[in-house]
């Protein structure tokens, strides 16, 4: 498979992925209280939002590399 392909085709599924999910969450652990031995923490969900146009942007341009990249010049 050609490198244009491949390129392509992550960036079509790119796009349905940020289409689908609209964001990125993730969770980190954050420390409440440190008594000696004892210490106390909380996980706190934080959320990394993904524009609508990202999804657009990488669907488009998928979809424009896979119709034009196997174009061969003479």
Not at 31 to 51: I, M, S
């Amino acid at each position: 498979m050609k490198l244009a392909t491949i390129l392509a085709i992550g960036l079509i599924v790119l796009g349905i992925v940020a289409f689908a999910y609209q964001g990125i969450t993730y969770t980190t652990r954050e420390k409440v209280a440190d008594l000696g031995p004892l210490q106390v923490t909380t996980e706190k969900t934080n959320r990394l939002p993904l524009p609508p146009i990202v999804g657009a942007v990488a669907l488009v341009g998928g979809l424009g590399l896979l119709i034009f990249g196997n174009k061969k010049t003479d």
